[in-house]
């Protein structure tokens, strides 16, 4: 696959930042000309994702997180969110719904919901340095009657 076009941010673990990361990407993929469903989903994906950051990685603290996008020439869209913070002791145990460290309100369903909404996802971290997500969604090829 080669890269057609990419972009990267920086943003701070604030709440207020989600929403503008989310909106950042889903402008970013209509170069790819997606469906509604199809933005709704990436959209949705990076919320999770950057909400774990805010939630998770800095806690009750500020950090940067790290937003990657690239457009491949297969219609693809593949997006790294990286943060700098406590890290994920045991992955495969993150990854299961239901689980979450914080309790309250959180229903520990991030990781089941990027899975659900993206085609390819892989978590990697590592104990105090940090944690990285990476998510490919393949757009589906629209065809004009008129073509």
């Known amino acids: 696959m080669k890269v057609t076009n990419k972009f990267?941010?920086?943003?701070?673990?604030?709440?207020?930042?989600?929403g503008f990361a989310r909106s950042c990407i889903a402008a970013f993929a209509t170069q790819l000309d997606p469906t509604l469903e199809e933005i709704s989903d990436i959209k949705t994906a990076v919320s999770e994702a950057v909400t774990n950051c805010i939630v998770h990685?800095?806690?009750?603290?500020l950090g940067n997180i790290y937003i990657n996008a690239?457009?491949?020439?297969?219609?693809?869209?593949?997006?790294?969110?990286?943060?700098?913070?406590?890290?994920?002791e045991n992955i495969e145990k993150a990854m299961e719904p239901l689980y979450t460290t914080v309790g309250g309100e959180?229903?520990?369903?991030?990781?089941?919901?990027?899975q659900s909404?993206?085609?390819?996802?892989?978590?990697s971290s590592k104990k105090d340095k940090g944690t990285t997500v990476t998510m490919v969604k393949k757009i589906s090829p629209r065809f004009s009657i008129n073509a």
Do not use: H, P, W
């Not at 990685?57 to 603290?61: F, H, L, M, W």
């Not at 690239?70 to 890290?87: A, H, M, P, Y």
């Not at 959180?106 to 990027?114: H, K, P």
């Open 8 to 18: 990267a941010m920086t943003v701070l673990s604030r709440s207020s930042n989600e």
């Open 57 to 61: 990685a800095y806690k009750e603290k």
């Open 70 to 88: 690239e457009l491949t020439d297969d219609n693809s869209i593949k997006i790294k969110i990286r943060d700098k913070g406590c890290g994920i």
């Open 106 to 114: 959180r229903a520990g369903l991030g990781f089941a919901v990027m």
């Open 117 to 123: 909404f993206m085609d390819k996802i892989k978590v």
